[in-house]
T-cell receptor, first 115, second 117 residues
Framework: AQSVAQPEDQVNVAEGNPLTVKCTYSVSGNPYLFWYVQYPNRGLQFLLKYITGDNLVKGSYGFEAEFNKSQTSFHLKKPSALVSDSALYFCAGADWGNQGGKLIFGQGTELSVKP | GAVVSQHPSWVICKSGTSVKIECRSLDFQATTMFWYRQFPKQSLMLMATSNEGSKATYEQGVEKDKFLINHASLTLSTLTVTSAHPEDSSFYIC?????????????FGPGTRLTVL
């Protein structure tokens, strides 16, 4: 079965420190991977995606993610966290060949950045 | 670009009534839209895939007669929760894929908070 996992329910980081939000996937075929951020009572905002090409993907607001095929991971990173980065982060994946655009979401990781 | 709106942003209704939620792609055409529901502090659960001009495809366990989806144009999909009950209270979010290439990212609406009394 296809799945996306975010092993941490919550990540706490001090402002200015680097942050990592972890994501692993089990998607058959060629995986397409995405990161989204959700602020309270809001929809999801697209951060970045990996479809093909360079394993390091740069996205919005200074975030980046590295696709690692051998470890089946797609961790989200930022060199220097901001308090305003505090939100709920979702990793999502799809196998477009079989899923027809359907995304499989991880369970979400709550990021808390303290001043 | 790639803005998706939802209306209303929140709604409170009595048990037994029907509620319609609209999802619009404001600056692009969306052949495919998706409807999700989300419980507090939980992930998104895909309810159905809505394709313009055809019947929606529902996920297993989602009652198609209860959650009516209509995708009448390339910029509008509606979800009607019929005979709503308190257990239908949730955060409903739609998303749309810009254009025909479904390898693009989904763009999400801001969500609709439904509370059924």
């Amino acid at each position: 079965a296809q799945s996306v996992a975010q092993p941490e329910d919550q990540v706490n980081v001090a402002e200015g420190n680097p942050l990592t939000v972890k994501c692993t996937y089990s998607v058959s075929g060629n995986p397409y991977l995405f990161w989204y951020v959700q602020y309270p009572n809001r929809g999801l905002q697209f951060l970045l995606k990996y479809i093909t090409g360079d394993n390091l993907v740069k996205g919005s607001y200074g975030f980046e993610a590295e696709f690692n095929k051998s470890q089946t991971s797609f961790h989200l990173k930022k060199p220097s966290a901001l308090v305003s980065d505090s939100a709920l982060y979702f990793c999502a994946g799809a196998d477009w060949g079989n899923q027809g655009g359907k995304l499989i979401f991880g369970q979400g990781t709550e990021l808390s950045v303290k001043p | 670009g790639a803005v998706v709106s939802q209306h209303p942003s929140w709604v409170i209704c009595k048990s037994g009534t029907s509620v319609k939620i609209e999802c619009r792609s404001l600056d692009f055409q969306a052949t495919t839209m998706f409807w999700y529901r989300q419980f507090p502090k939980q992930s998104l659960m895909l309810m159905a895939t809505s394709n313009e001009g055809s019947k929606a495809t529902y996920e297993q366990g989602v009652e198609k007669d209860k959650f009516l989806i209509n995708h009448a144009s390339l910029t509008l999909s509606t979800l009607t929760v019929t005979s709503a009950h308190p257990e239908d209270s949730s955060f409903y979010i739609c998303s749309a894929i810009a254009g025909q290439n479904n390898r693009e990212a989904q763009y999400f609406g801001p969500g609709t908070r439904l509370t059924v009394l």
